[in-house]
């Protein structure tokens, strides 16, 4: 973007992707505003944005209010003067075989992943088609094209997610300057784990070289020099698409390896984690400190992920190139 000042809104913004989001573009010296539930974790985040160089404004908001999401956006603008970019971040998830797990709880983790960014996309895309610019990037996960036993509503808010995010750029089609971008990380080495409520009865873990949030952090920044539909990292755009040639197959090769994690993790007592209340204290970026020197290599599971995608893309080209020629 030309302006030499960013001025970037962050819902979700008080841990993980959202605070490493927030520090990369104070970094830039950007203007920010950052909403979440918790206090204590945005006024961590924004000391970090003070020290990295940027400003940061914090407002608590409930994103599943969506009133009070659409007065945050308002209070945002007035702060601001407008707004180029918002990051919609906000998420959960709940662990667990689905008819193991409360019907409340699933209804959580929909609201959360999925209703929490329509209330952003509605508060602001007026002030976007007011202005006639604007960016709204919308984080979705590797879940999105990819159905996650073990996490069926989180699946479903996820595919449900994309459809939604893409009507939206339909609809916006005509206005050049505005932007939807769809991110599509694979697993992120971020407190997510610790936040999500778990009934698998086992302790939850990231696979070794889980994307480290700044990755992700970096991505998203360059989305407000270069937007694009789609971004995925941690895997080739190509081979998480083609996932969608054999659903499941994929999903049934993903929950034989939950079913084999879940008996060898060490054991865990059932927990709703931060689904219904923010945490306590602030959360900072990553799951654990001890976690950051380890290689940001692709976790096992993605490149299982990868490899099957590819072997099922290769199985259905191969099947069309033999009806090609037998219809010769």
């Not at 709880?105 to 509605?122: F, P, Y």
């Not at 979705?140 to 595919?159: D, H, L, T």
């Amino acid at each position: 973007m030309k302006r030499s000042t960013l001025r970037v809104v962050i819902m979700g913004a008080s841990s993980g992707i959202g605070a490493a989001t927030a520090v990369a573009f104070a970094r830039q010296g950007a203007d920010l505003v950052l909403g979440a539930r918790g206090k204590e974790g945005l006024d961590d985040v924004a000391r970090r944005c003070f020290a990295a160089g940027g400003r940061a404004d914090t407002v608590v908001v409930d994103a599943t209010d969506a009133d009070a999401v659409a007065s945050f956006a308002r209070e945002a603008r007035a702060i601001l003067g407008q707004i180029d970019l918002w990051f919609s971040n906000v998420g959960s998830g709940v662990v667990g075989k689905y008819h193991d797990v409360p019907m409340a709880d699933h209804r959580k983790v929909v609201e959360t992943n999925l209703l929490t960014h329509m209330h952003d996309a509605h508060a602001v895309l007026p002030i976007f088609l007011e202005q006639d610019h604007g960016i709204w990037v919308n984080m979705i996960s590797a879940g999105g094209y990819v159905a996650s036993p073990y996490a069926a509503a989180y699946a479903a808010s996820k595919f449900g997610l994309r459809g939604f995010s893409e009507a939206l750029r339909a609809e916006l089609g005509k206005r050049r300057d505005i932007h939807v971008c769809n991110v599509y990380p694979t697993f992120v080495d971020s407190p997510g784990f610790s936040h999500a409520a778990n009934y698998t009865g086992a302790r939850l873990s990231y696979p070794p070289g889980a994307l480290a949030p700044e990755t992700v952090a970096n991505a998203v920044v360059k989305l407000a020099h270069r937007p694009r539909a789609t971004t995925v990292i941690g895997a080739p755009a190509a081979a998480m698409k083609a996932t969608q040639l054999a659903p499941d197959l994929i999903a049934a090769g993903m929950n034989r390896f939950m079913d084999a994690w879940a008996k060898r993790a060490d054991p865990a007592r059932d927990t709703r984690g931060a689904l219904y209340e923010p945490p306590h204290g602030a959360s900072g970026i990553h799951s654990e400190p001890g976690r950051l020197n380890q290689p940001r290599s692709q976790p096992a599971t993605n490149k299982a992920l990868v490899a099957g995608a590819a072997v099922v893309a290769a199985a259905v080209g191969l099947g069309l190139l033999r009806k090609q020629r037998a219809d010769q």
